[in-house]
């Protein structure tokens, strides 16, 4: 089984703001693949169980933790423990502050950076995991934004940034169909 889960924040205070763009790719893979995702208390998160032959021979299992970005390995730990899910079948898209709006960056392993929710995951599971990195970085922004690390990804995205926003998403859903159905070198010499 592999498991695609999508980095954010719960609720609609959070679902705009550019730290949610993992939960964003999500909605957009259960959408395109008629999946629809239902709360487990159990492991605090949103997800769905998906048979796909067209795209993988594997079970796939999507996801949305509930627990915030900072504790997002908690849920992913659990949801690893029980369907008993090895690191390197656990893909997570996330949000990049260092990667320019509408770069997707995937790679087989390494650390977590500066993003918390990816420290916590790396604390919980270990970094021998794929990830799909999506860059939110906005040139237009001021100094003093940029500065600011944590106010500018729970910041909304702006109406300028939306197309490349949508061109961005629409590359990730294909990064991961194409990683399932031939293998993650392929999607990282077509999309990085």
Known sequence: MILIAGLGNPGPKYSKTRHNVGFVAMDSIAYKWQAEFKY???FNAEIAEISRP???T???LIAKPHTFMN???EAIQKIAHFYKIHPENIWIIYDDVDLPLGQLKIRKTGGPGTHN???SIVTHIGKDFPRFRIGIESRGQSASILQDTESFVLSEFFASEKEILVNSINNTVQSIELALK???GAAMNQFN
């Open 54 to 56: 067209e795209v993988s």
């Open 40 to 42: 487990e208390k159990k």
């Open 71 to 73: 504790n997002s390995g």
């Open 58 to 60: 594997e079970a796939i």
């Open 182 to 184: 031939i293998d993650l």
């Open 117 to 119: 929710g990816m420290k």
